[in-house]
T-cell receptor
């Protein structure tokens, strides 16, 4: 299947700082990527849909000014957690759909964010 | 998208078949059944999907009842590495630009 990578795999930062997470489609072009967040022992929650060349669409309750999404190319989307707080500590996962394949969605390995 | 109901957890002995059920009684005619799994601290992994007919691939088999109101994912010879949370998701196929929505899934524990 198609490969989606994320960087970094884990990051620890101080409260108040910003953290950028990258999501790349390695062997295909993705016009649409998705960002999820997962708290311990919980399911994945969709945060936003990232569209190449246009603004992201955020789910209800997700602050767009706090979670900045940029999808500048067909292979890269970035999520920046601004002014991070301990409650932003979570597992962030991106995914992308492969054009032309019946609705399969491929996921990155996730990024573990810990805010101290 | 139709709602799905899965058991919270299941146990399986290594080497045995793991049969994971999913109820989707409100499924509509153009909705597919997808199965993904998530091993601890990893991103979800696609397993299989189907519309009406039973499907099989190198990972698993998907059995869909004739009325399509329920399905079963079968891992024919479970191994310890199959321990994961398994998600059954029902949605219309080829929905460009829309994300998968995850429920709580079934935690499958495979033991030796």
């Amino acid at each position: 299947g198609a490969v989606v990578s994320q960087h970094p795999s884990r990051v620890i930062c101080k409260s108040g700082t910003s953290v950028k997470i990258e999501c790349r489609s390695l062997d295909f072009q993705a016009t649409t990527m998705f960002w999820y967040r997962q708290f311990p022992k919980k399911s994945l929650m969709l945060m936003a849909t990232s569209n190449e060349g246009s603004k992201a669409t955020y789910e209800q309750g997700v602050e767009k000014d706090k979670f900045l999404i940029n999808h500048a190319s067909l292979t890269l989307s970035t999520l920046t957690v601004t002014s991070a707080h301990p409650e932003d500590s979570s597992f962030y996962i991106c995914s992308a759909r492969v054009p032309g394949i019946t609705d399969e969605q491929f996921f990155g390995p996730g990024t573990r964010l810990t805010v101290l | 998208d139709a709602k799905t109901t899965q058991p919270t957890s299941m146990d399986c002995a290594e080497g045995r078949a793991a049969n994971l059920p999913c109820n989707h009684s409100t499924i509509s005619g153009n909705e597919y059944v997808y199965w993904y799994r998530q091993i601890h601290s990893q991103g979800p992994q696609y397993i299989i999907h189907g519309l009406k007919n039973n499907e099989t691939n190198e990972m698993a088999s998907l059995i869909i009842t004739e009325d399509r109101k329920s399905s079963t994912l079968i891992l024919p010879h479970a191994t310890l590495r199959d321990t994961a949370v398994y998600y059954c998701i029902v949605r219309v196929g080829n929905q460009a630009g829309t994300a998968l929505i995850f429920g709580k899934g079934t935690t499958l524990s495979v033991s030796s």
